[in-house]
C-alpha cells in the first residue's frame, strides 16, 4: 500500500464506465483520484445509452468495488443463455443455430451501471463540466494537466504523478503519442434501441414479442439473416434493448463521435429494411422505441504500446472494439483492475514497472480479442474474410454454426 505521508495522485481524463472503474481500483490501493469528464454533470439517464452484458469476472469486480453484491444483482438481469438463430426472410421462419446454457452474462443499461459506481465514490473526485486541453510530463513520475471550466473557460491547472486516458476510442492523449493511428471503419452501422414497456406489459406487441423469443430475461438472442444480424434482450426495469447491424459505405460523422444524429425519415427507411428481413414481432418492437440511434461501428487495429513515462490508455482508448463479443465494458472494467493491481504491487516509487507489469498482462489479451471480435462480425454479417466463404445461415455446417457462439473468445474464462 502507499505510505499515508504522501499519498500518490492520478489524473483520469474521462468520466464513463472505464474512468469510474478506475477511479474504483486506484482509491481501493491508496491513490488520490480525479477525474476529469467534459459533460455538466453525472447522467441521471442516458437517451443514447443502451444495453451491455457484464461477463463473470467483471461482475465480481464491480461487486468488490460496491461492497454489497446484492447492488449489482438488483441492478441486473441474468444472460445465461447464449442463443444464435437464423431467420428466413422470405419465410420469416426461424431456426436455432447454436444454444450455449452456461453463459453466465448478466444485463445492465450502461446508465444503471454508471450510476451504480459513480454513487459508490465520493463525489468530490469529479470534475464535471472540465474539457481536458493538454498535459506535458515533468518527469517520469509527475505530470501536468490543463482543463477548461467550460461555465466559464477558467483554464486550470492539476499536478500528479499518473495521467490515466480513458478518454474513449477517438481519445487525444492516444492520439498525441500515436498520432498516425487511425479507427478502421468496419463496413456496417448498428441501428439501436430501448423500449421501455412499463405499464404495458400485457400490450400485444409485448406479449407476441415474448412468444416469439420465449427466453427473453435470461437469454442473449442473436438472429442472423442474409448479410445482417440482429441482437435481442432484456433489461431491468421492463425494457427490451434491440439492435440491428446494416452493411453501408463509412457514413459522414462528427469528429468527436461515432453517433449520428437520425431524422424521421432515415427510421422510416431503416423499419422498412426492418420489415424486409425480421419477424414481425421484433420490428413491431423496434417502431415502439422512442428515439433509436444509429452508430458506425469502428475497431482498431492492436496497438504495440499502452503507456509512455507516466501516461496510459485504459478501455476504448487503449483498444477500440466492435462490440460483437461483448467485450468494450468488460475489458474497461478488467483494465482497471489489473492497473489497480499493478500500482499496489510496485507502488509509485517504481511506477514505470508498475505500467510495464499492466501493459504486458493486457495488451496480449485485448489484441486477440478486438480481432476475434472483428471476425465475428464480418462472419454475422456476411462479410469476406480472407480464410473462409462469406457464413450463410442456409448452407452453415454444424462448424460454422459453432464459431458463432461467444465463448469462443480468446481468454473467455481467463482471470487476465
Known amino acids: ?14 468520466g464513463s464506465i472505464a474512468g469510474v472503474s478506475c477511479a474504483h481500483a486506484l482509491t481501493s490501493v491508496g491513490w488520490e483520484v480525479v ?11 442516458s437517451p443514447t445509452g443502451a444495453g451491455l452484458g457484464l461477463d463473470p469476472l467483471a461482475q465480481q469486480l464491480i461487486a468488490s468495488w460496491l461492497g454489497h453484491p446484492q447492488l449489482l444483482r438488483q441492478t441486473t438481469l441474468p444472460l445465461i443463455i447464449d442463443q444464435n438463430q437464423a431467420t428466413d426472410n422470405a419465410t420469416k421462419v426461424s431456426w436455432t443455430l447454436t444454444r450455449d446454457e452456461e453463459f453466465n452474462f448478466r444485463a445492465a443499461h450502461w446508465a444503471d451501471l454508471h450510476g451504480l459506481l459513480y454513487n459508490a465514490l465520493p463525489s468530490d473526485i469529479f470534475f464535471w463540466g472540465h474539457q481536458f486541453i493538454s498535459f506535458s510530463v515533468v518527469d517520469k513520475a509527475s505530470v501536468k ?14 499536478d500528479g504523478n499518473l495521467l490515466v486516458a480513458a478518454d474513449g476510442c477517438l481519445s487525444l492523449i492516444r492520439q498525441s503519442f500515436l498520432p498516425d493511428v487511425k479507427l478502421r471503419y468496419s463496413g456496417y452501422c448498428a441501428w439501436r434501441g430501448v423500449l421501455d414497456f412499463s405499464g404495458k406489459e400485457d400490450s400485444e406487441s409485448i406479449k407476441d414479442i415474448q412468444k416469439a423469443y420465449p427466453d427473453l430475461g435470461k437469454c442473449l438472442y442473436f438472429d442472423l439473416s442474409s448479410g445482417t444480424h440482429s441482437v435481442l434482450y432484456e433489461l431491468p426495469n421492463k425494457r427490451l434493448n434491440w439492435i440491428f447491424y446494416v452493411n453501408q ?8 463521435s461515432v453517433t449520428m444524429k437520425v431524422s424521421e425519415d432515415m427510421i422510416n427507411k431503416m423499419i ?121 445461415p442456409k448452407k452453415a455446417t454444424p462448424q460454422d454454426c459453432e464459431d458463432l457462439k461467444q465463448k469462443n473468445m480468446p481468454f473467455f474464462s481467463s482471470v487476465h
Not at 477525474?35 to 439517464?45: F, Q, R
Not at 494537466?145 to 492539476?158: F, G, M, T
Request: charged fraction near 30%; charge should be neutral.
Open 249 to 256: 459505405p463509412e457514413p459522414e460523422i462528427k469528429r468527436n
Open 272 to 392: 422498412q429494411e426492418a420489415e424486409k428481413v425480421w419477424v414481425q414481432e421484433f420490428v413491431r418492437v423496434m417502431k415502439e422505441t422512442k428515439n433509436p440511434f444509429l452508430n458506425a461501428i469502428y475497431d482498431c487495429d492492436p496497438l504495440r504500446q499502452i503507456f509512455w513515462d507516466n501516461v496510459v490508455l485504459i478501455g476504448d482508448a487503449a483498444h477500440p472494439t466492435s462490440p460483437h463479443g461483448l467485450r468494450s465494458t468488460n475489458m474497461s472494467i478488467l483494465d482497471a483492475a489489473v492497473l489497480g493491481k499493478c500500482l499496489e504491487k510496485w507502488g509509485v516509487e517504481n511506477l514505470q514497472s508498475a505500467l510495464e507489469d499492466y501493459q504486458s498482462i493486457r495488451l496480449p489479451v485485448t489484441s486477440k480479442q478486438v480481432l476475434y471480435s472483428r471476425q465475428l462480425g464480418r462472419i454475422k454479417q456476411g462479410l469476406d474474410l480472407p480464410d473462409r466463404e462469406p457464413f450463410d
Open 1 to 14: 500500500m502507499i505510505e499515508k505521508k504522501n499519498k500518490a495522485k492520478a489524473i483520469v481524463v474521462g
Open 145 to 158: 494537466v490543463k482543463a477548461k471550466v467550460l461555465q466559464n473557460d477558467e483554464i486550470i491547472e492539476i
Open 35 to 45: 477525474v476529469l469528464e467534459k459533460t455538466s454533470a453525472p447522467p441521471t439517464g
